[in-house]
């Protein structure tokens, strides 16, 4: 906020207030926005040369564990704190299931799980100039909301994932949470885990919503963001009509994860299970 400026005695949703404020965080967002460019312009067209001369992901996927993610979080100002890093198994693939506040968990868990790991996105990302290339280079399967046999195709696809040894994290919510509160869970993506007969790492992700929420432009704020990473939950012997049970403790999970916050929005929204 710009010093001397009274807000506080504006309304909390007063144009004027909100004005005022973009003012006083330009510095700082055009900062952000640099370190921004700097990524786009010399890391992703690096990973995509390096993808279209190897044919493989394998150092692209490097260049965004260790380049593009801390850049990102670094560029954003934010503060990463990691808990629970001994559940991690290298040489042991999982599928991460985590919570979805912001677009910025996708650079604050590549560079808060320790080793290299692909995403699960929804299909219109691909089509965003530059993201949706970097997401093929680094190996990003891509889901299709709006027509059910490519659904199953990619669920078959991030199954084979697994069985190749790649950890993928997915969000199951299936879109960003407005407030910071965890959604349902759909069970769809779960499936993939029981066919490959892979453990699923439980995450939360708490304080990027604030860093940079939902429909705020990409105007970045400067904030904590922890992940925490809890105990795997094991598949071997489920079926796959036990997917609906599973992603219900996996949710559970994650909510008692995330309800050991310090910064956010508490709790979890009590919604039934999402059909899949």
Not at 208 to 235: A, C, D, K, N, Q
């Amino acid at each position: 906020m710009i010093p001397g400026l009274k807000l506080g005695s504006l309304p909390a949703g007063d144009r004027r207030r909100r004005l005022l404020d973009r003012l006083g965080w330009l510095p700082v967002n055009i900062l952000q926005a640099f370190s921004f460019a700097v990524v786009c312009l010399v890391l992703i067209p690096a990973a995509l040369l390096v993808h279209r001369l190897t044919g493989n992901c394998r150092i692209p996927l490097w260049m965004a564990h260790r380049w593009w993610g801390p850049i990102v979080v670094g560029g954003g100002l934010a503060r990463l704190r990691v808990s629970g890093r001994q559940y991690w198994k290298p040489n042991r693939p999982f599928l991460v299931v985590c919570n979805h506040q912001s677009y910025f968990d996708i650079p604050v868990l590549y560079s808060a799980l320790p080793a290299p790991i692909h995403f699960l996105g929804l299909d219109y990302l691909a089509d965003w100039p530059g993201i949706g290339s970097f997401g093929r280079a680094v190996g990003t399967i891509y889901l299709s909301r709006h027509s059910s046999y490519r659904s199953g195709k990619t669920v078959g696809e991030l199954r084979d994932y697994l069985l190749e040894g790649k950890t993928t994290v997915v969000f199951p919510e299936g879109t960003r949470s407005p407030d910071g509160r965890i959604g349902p869970f759909s069970p769809i993506l779960l499936a993939a885990a029981i066919e490959a007969g892979a453990d699923i790492l439980p995450a939360a992700i708490d304080g990027s919503h604030r860093v940079m929420p939902r429909g705020g432009s990409f105007l970045f704020r400067p904030s904590v963001v922890e992940v925490r990473i809890g105990e795997p939950i094991p598949t071997a012997g489920l079926h796959i009509s036990d997917r609906r049970e599973l992603a219900g403790r996996v949710r559970a999970s994650v909510c008692s994860l995330h309800e050991g916050e310090t910064v956010g929005v508490p709790g979890c929204v009590d919604y039934p299970a999402m059909a899949g």
